[in-house]
């Protein structure tokens, strides 16, 4: 199995991942090895041992391996702190690729999280941003058909019970912004997620 | 009513305008005399007289004018004859704002009658760029809630018959994304139009 | 009066509201409920006592209410202690409007502060940025006409004396400004203050 | 005379190089050779050869060589016969700096003709944009100190009779930019005309 | 062969896609159709009959159809005539990938080219704009590792023997391109072609 | 010796002066008197001690004074306590130029010194921004040319002996680099070392 090439998922809460690129997670569930690094046990809109078991609910359906950071919800900073251990992660595992938070978003946990995982893994050969709904000018062009995963997705989704009712976590707002990119990027009214990409290489 | 504000809406083919910012012209149209100005008659995806009818139907149903420039679909250019053109409406009818197609498109007609509006209409007071399927790069910052107008929106459409089943002027389209905007721009599962402002006064 | 509409303007020192936007906020007096939120006391430019009661007298000649944050003057950061105080504020007296520095500024205390300020008002439905002297690569699309209020406005500088002296709080820069903004926005050689939106609604 | 180094100004109308940059040029006009390009003769805003013959004396009063293409004013295109007449310019008279006009600017002559002197001037090893009243989103980085030699340019502007009271060549005009653009330089209270780089070499 | 699918290659002058992607073409020669479109046969630097027979030479050597569209060298413009003609190709040939010049190019006929391929190949999935050396603002981020083909990828520049002599055309300049680009991409001393994509599906 | 302007150049490890803008630096010491600033003592790629002594190796070889600032080593941070060190220096030495590193740069101490640098010396007349390996979307407008600095500078480089095999660090990577932007910046097969200004002056 380490065999496999590793994707690395990192987000801030224990569902954004989940939100922001589990449909094209699913679709490279077969050929990558996916581990996802949670930055804070999201202990803020619910207590954080209870997010963290939903959390490894959601890793064990997806198939991934989960690592939480656990650092305070709605307090990350993009400290030398934080990137180090993102270092040493990447050290370990060795990504082939990393999927992120991109960088403009108004979230405070978000926005220093991307900037952290940035030069953290600046080394690592495919470095892709994903969205998030408090994401700001974002201008993907990498598209990843998740038309096959979408209705897997949301139930991931589900499986973060304690966020449900929660906007930014739902069904309702990634199939949305799934059908708009999919619309955008001319693919007609299918599910496509999207991602800026740093760096992709072939 | 000739001393009603007056606001233009610019589009390229028949149902561009409506596709685009109906929703908001729809929230204005008590309180401001609306005039559409379209390029051509879109003769290109049918016959353009047919277009032109339909085009006249829902002018109606929104209670706007209509003006027809009759050039050639899909052969826009953003020429000086049709500058001088779009100059002499404006000289005309003295907007205080003006709608247009966002400049980032890749479409032909769309990125080029953007262009020509920029030029033309540089001296109104308001100049908003409305988005279309094909817009890219489209970071909005001014939001209209069409919550109220959005059914009525799609009924204009609806006027296009001959337009029925492409998805760049379906209800699908246009739902999804004001929904989509709506999520973004922090509004909830709402209906929101987006617009990227050249100029707002107050 | 809790019934009108709030208007939150923060600033990073006692006289930056005043320069960035007084001349909007007297214009908006009659009808928003004014609310001035100072990062700093500005003491290192004066004794910081003296400076927070020219701030106290010019927001009552604004007719508006005055928070004092008592943060370090020159070396605020973007902090989670200081966005959290600000989302306290915004949960406190629920702003339909925030103005803010422009994050674009090679003065320390307006960057961090306007940094902090997306965060802690990214559900806030208007947030606008101000310029100030110190603003870099700021590209307006909001004008407001002040040329009624332009006068007050710097009767509202001359409350701060301890800052005579210095351009950046000048009658000079600020009517310079507003010239500049007035011919650039194709409004004459009138007064305008010019705000890049982040988020502006309808 | 031929040995000094070159500078040339295009300009749109015969006003637009002194509006934009007579400060330097005057200032440049002992150590460099001037010439002035103009692509219209501004038959527009009144006769053509009435304002050629303006040109002219504010080109003497400049101490510049004056060269007029006669083109159409209001229609200016960005065609290949234009860039090929000034790429025959560049030839000739071989440039070592070439001042346009910044290429986002809402006046369809401006923009046109900054876009082709992008063109055919980008081997000339220093190029350089100028701004216009009309100019749009101008983030200039390298500034001339135009103290001694900004009422000499107010009086060129005088030269040109025919535009007194345009605002966009009045004094009003330029020394509000000259002071808006030495307050953000950091330079004080001064004169400062503003130029975004193409290409600076040393 | 024509199950394979099929990458379009656009270049305006006979060498153009050799110096921009002739290594990543030759990477994928084994499982992509390859189509060369070229704008022009280059008539200004040599006679166009003896260019397009360089072109035919070098396009067999890739293992490519070749396809010449003769407009005039130096002259192009993003016309709606040869808007439709490269969309006749693309209708044609239905190519799944599409390679042209960036749009930001000093290069008359590059930056209209690239205009035009933008529009007529926008329903095409995957858009890809290549470098040339009077590329300006280019930010790529998807990287090709052509260190197995740039020896084969200057040995089609040699075919171009009219060329020999010109930078722009040479191994000096796709040599130091391709080893700065391997840097910047942090792969070491090696040689990578830089793309920026428009659009990249998966 | 004092009355000569100062150019005051500022780098987080012994090298990265060196790297970015020896040549520049070299060019300029008859007319200038230059003096380095390091952040850090760069421990972490070898012991600080050793560094340092390098470091002051090669400014001497530079003719530069040396100011060591002793900061840890990839743990840079954008703090209040290191722009006021800057500030102080900025000061005490009053700088006609400053070069630092350009702002986006996915290495943490590169990009925090830049941010930190902007803000400390925002009233320096000019400030300009240099490339290392590590610099991301920078597209630079000022070129200087170091032809016959260029060897000199390498040698600069071999001075810091402990960072011999080290590609960011190494005369491939200066070479390549000054190759590449002489080409871009039409100025043939020479060597050029380019900056974006933040702000130059004449």
Known sequence: MSARRVVLAVGAHPDDVEI????????WSGSWRIVLVLATNGERTHGGAHRATEAR??????GAQLELLGRPDGRLGRTVDLIEQLEQIGARLRPQR????????SHQDHC?????????FRMVPELLFYESLSTTRFWPTYFVDVASTIDRKCELLELHQSQNGRLAASSEYVRTAARYWSMKARRGAGSIEAFEPYRLTS
């Not at 990393?98 to 978003?105: E, G, I, R, S």
């Not at 220093?112 to 953290?120: G, N």
């Open 20 to 27: 922001g690129c589990a449909g094209a997670l699913l679709r």
């Open 98 to 105: 990393v999927l992120a938070p991109a960088p403009n978003d």
């Open 57 to 62: 609910k959601a890793a064990d359906a997806l």
């Open 112 to 120: 220093q999280l991307a900037s952290a995982a940035l030069v953290a």
